[in-house]
């Protein structure tokens, strides 16, 4: 099982961090990506504000900004396009995407992703060269993304900064945790 540790509980001696999407919908998108709960997103905007006065360094990965890139942009026309009398029964691709207010949204998304990476290193996945040994005993879990999030922690030796309860499966041993999520925390098996 992974080591669960509750926000606000950081142990400053861990300097690495790598931050899972939804960490960066939290902090960061302007579209309401985020969790449905203030108190947990308090948490992790609380740990953003001091990770930065602590210098701990805060890693992020092509796959993480991918989702988060993909996410945004796919809630925006779910939850603020379509739902517009004018939009109604329009679709993503036919309609919004050749829109003004994609491209808007787009950059939009542009701005916070290079906040994201002025704040976080973007590690290297390197999944080129991974072994597949290596991380395909994580593939036992629900998540393709889950099981490359829980190998760049392990290899980078970092904690990983997630609201996911995927990651209390028993295939991630291990894996170093920080999390605001009250009920992963509690159906942990540390």
Not at 10 to 30: G, M, P
Not at 135 to 144: I, R
Request: glycine letters at 2%.
């Amino acid at each position: 099982m992974a080591n669960v540790r509750l926000l606000p509980d950081i142990d400053v001696s861990k300097r690495k961090y790598l931050l899972d999407t939804n960490f960066l919908f939290c902090v960061f998108a302007s579209v309401n990506t985020s969790i449905n709960n203030e108190n947990r997103q308090k948490k992790y905007l609380d740990f953003f504000k001091k990770a930065k006065e602590q210098k701990l360094e805060l890693l992020v990965t092509s796959f993480a900004l991918s989702e988060y890139f993909n996410r945004v942009l796919h809630d925006y026309y779910n939850k603020i396009w379509k739902i517009k009398p004018e939009n109604r029964g329009k679709e993503y691709k036919a309609h919004f995407r050749i829109s003004v207010d994609c491209r808007n949204c787009i950059q939009a998304i542009k701005e916070e992703m290079n906040d994201i990476t002025s704040f976080c290193r973007l590690v290297d996945d390197s999944f080129s060269v991974y072994k597949k040994e290596n991380y395909f005993p994580y593939f036992n879990a629900f998540d393709f993304n889950d099981s490359l999030f829980a190998h760049v922690s392990i290899q980078n030796d970092c904690v990983l900064v997630t609201e996911d309860r995927d990651f209390n499966a028993p295939v991630f041993k291990g894996l170093n945790i920080l999390t605001a999520n009250d009920t992963m925390y509690r159906t942990r098996e540390n």
